[in-house]
């Protein structure tokens, strides 16, 4: 199943885990195919799963009290899907698929009994989580000190492969612009490479 070898992959990069951990997940995944546009999370709900994207792109987001919807950032393989780091806790995000996606899916209950039965475990949960905060502490700072165009730039460095996938008023949404302001951007990028 090339999915779970994506999976293995993805786990082994941050921690060599043992055979049976591995077994234990390869025994217990589902695959499920998604289409364009499905809420995969709901904010403010419990998961019953721990999820792994292995094809697609997804956008974690939230609603403000206005109802304008901001993105907190664009996933695509390999990426776990959390609507919350704790995953005993609800969501604190939506997730959406943006094109159509294949997911790897887990029991909740597994990933608890496997931090209990396979120590090595909580080793690759810290690894993960700091990687989380890593990602989250640098998209802040950037918020803090780059323009919109630097953090325009920077977004399509970071999110190359997939970005001409992505529609612009997500873009716009990500950076934290409107799309008038994303398209005058465009316009001062295009005009200096002349």
Known sequence: MQQ????????????????AYMDDLQRHLTVKQIAKGVTYFDKNTYSKKLSFLADGIMRIYDID?????WNKVFLSPPSLLLG???????STHFIETLTACEVIEFPIGLIKDSLIKYPKTRELQTKILLHLFEKKSKREYDFLTLTAKDRYLKCLKEYNSIIHEIPQFHIASYLGITTTQLSRINVSIRNQQM
């Open 4 to 19: 779970y070898v994506k999976l293995t992959e993805y786990l082994n990069s941050f921690i060599s885990l043992p055979n």
């Open 65 to 69: 009290a206005s109802g304008n919807e």
């Open 84 to 90: 919350n780091p704790n995953i005993e806790a609800k």
